[in-house]
């Protein structure tokens, strides 16, 4: 059974444009809720991260809206650029020792 | 720079074969893991650590074994290559459990 579910699999969005890439999870016990960006041949990084106590973080051009009852969260870039143009993966914890369990990722390319 | 070092960087090997891959961390953070990312799979966690000698399974812990006698290195050893696990494996490190983890530059592993 996924633990979280991402979608789209992949996105094509026009520079200057909105992308939005959603998650949706099923166990009520996480509490944090990260997304990381991945470019080619690197490892992921941490975007940005928000806890259930919030219903939304916004950090730059980068938001993450979050629906405690909906079971879901997602990813909102505005004025999206073709620097932005990589593999998106949101991930989900419980606080438990063995880390984050992410969703399948989202390949996203900004066409300029 | 999160402070870790995975080598080698790039392996080819042939089916059964053991193989190890060494991680490094300079952070002396409590909490490593394994994953390996495949395309359309995502991020899948391996083994995880909590502390030296203390480790555990993952998801995809079978044909995996690990171990971590200091707190710096976290070693994942192959025991007998399959190509199954042909794969790109990062290495990640967090300094409590439940937060953000921040990941090393990945092995790439082809297994022939």
């Known amino acids: 059974q996924q633990q979280v579910k991402q979608s789209p699999q992949s996105l094509i969005v026009q520079k200057g444009g909105i992308s939005i890439i959603n998650c949706a999870y099923e166990?009520?016990?996480?509490?944090?809720f990260p997304w990381y960006q991945q470019f080619p041949g690197k490892g992921p990084a941490l975007l940005i991260a928000?806890?259930?106590?919030?219903s939304e973080k916004k950090e730059g051009r980068f938001t993450i809206s979050f629906n405690k009852s909906a079971k879901q969260f997602s990813l909102h870039i505005m004025d999206s650029q073709p620097g932005d143009s990589a593999t998106y993966f949101c991930a989900v914890s419980g606080g438990g020792a063995d880390g984050l369990t992410f969703g399948k990722g989202t390949h996203l390319i900004i066409q300029p | 720079d999160a402070g870790i070092t995975q080598s080698p960087r790039h392996k080819v090997t042939e089916t059964g074969t053991p193989v190890t891959l060494r991680c490094h961390q300079t952070?002396?953070?409590?909490?490593m893991y394994w994953y390996r990312q495949d395309p359309g799979h995502g991020l899948r966690l391996i083994h995880y650590s909590y502390g030296v000698k203390d480790t555990d399974k993952g998801e995809v812990s079978d044909g995996y074994s690990v171990s971590r006698s200091k707190t710096e290195d976290f070693l994942l050893t192959l025991e007998s290559a399959t190509s199954s696990q042909t794969s790109v494996y990062f290495c990640?490190?967090?300094?409590?459990?439940?937060?953000?983890?921040?990941f090393g530059e990945g092995s790439w592993l082809t297994v022939v």
């Open positions: 952070e002396n953070h409590r909490y």
């Open positions: 166990n009520t016990a996480f509490d944090y």
């Open positions: 990640a490190i967090s300094v409590s459990s439940g937060n953000t983890i921040y």
């Open positions: 928000i806890r259930p106590d919030v």
